[in-house]
């Protein structure tokens, strides 16, 4: 509690059961937290500044992969400003953020393979910023004007014998989603259940979202600011849609 962390990384966990992080800053120009394979942490009042890559990330462990990106990861009270990407997860299952905010970060949260995700009153705030590419480790996010990304795990392929697919699940309620960047032609939100290896499957399994507001806050070329594609379940509830096109 109440480090301060500077460099090119922060904090690295693998395969920890427990823990609690509190009043951290971070100042790291690649990522803040990395955590492969962790189950049951909790982070309060972090904040994380400039990364060129993460400010956290949950994935596997590429040496022991079976925990997969571990599970019940717990934000809360968090800031995350000029990120290019906020939160990364792989392969998580119920993990949570509630009252936090990103502001300023390319691509505040990118899901891959991560089923009961739940956002509550929380701020997504788009703008990839030039400064961060030319960072060392700079990795480019997926895609520019998305405020939240969410998507299947795909590995391998049915002809190969050796595919690997995971769906994802998403529950966001009074949160905010905002672009920021001139110009952008994707969706503030977007998840998608589509898999190219088999293009019938709806690998979307629940969204739910609730009084959640999107905003697009500069000119844009979107056709849409929700895109939920291949999902066998949506709820939508009391949304409300702003663009100043």
Not at 30 to 46: D, F, K, L, M, S
Not at 71 to 79: F, I, M
Not at 153 to 165: H, I, K, N, Q, R
Request: charged share 15%.
């Amino acid at each position: 509690n109440k480090n301060k962390f500077y460099g090119q990384l922060g904090f690295k966990g693998t395969h920890l059961i427990g823990g609690v992080m509190s009043d951290n800053d971070f100042y790291t120009t690649i990522a803040g937290v990395i955590q492969e394979g962790c189950t049951n942490w909790t982070y309060n009042e972090q904040r994380f500044r400039q990364a060129a890559r993460y400010g956290m990330v949950w994935r596997p462990n590429a040496a022991n992969p079976g925990r997969k990106g571990g599970e019940n990861h717990k934000v809360s009270l968090c800031e995350f400003a000029v990120c290019t990407v906020g939160i990364r997860m792989i392969r998580t299952q119920w993990c949570s953020v509630d009252n936090s905010l990103f502001d300023y970060c390319g691509l505040p949260v990118w899901a891959t393979g991560c089923l009961y995700q739940k956002y509550t009153d929380t701020y997504f705030g788009s703008s990839l910023q030039g400064s961060l590419q030319s960072m060392p480790g700079y990795t480019a996010p997926p895609t520019v004007g998305t405020a939240f990304y969410s998507e299947p795990y795909l590995s391998g392929t049915v002809a190969g014998g050796d595919a690997v697919v995971e769906p994802h699940g998403v529950t966001a309620i009074g949160c905010e989603f905002v672009n920021y960047t001139a110009g952008v032609t994707q969706p503030l939100f977007n998840a998608t259940g589509f898999n190219p290896d088999q293009p019938a499957s709806r690998l979307c399994q629940k969204m739910q979202l609730s009084k959640c507001k999107f905003i697009a806050g500069a000119n844009h070329a979107a056709s849409q600011l929700m895109s939920i594609s291949y999902c066998t379940d949506a709820d939508l509830d009391g949304l409300v849609f702003e663009s100043f096109n």
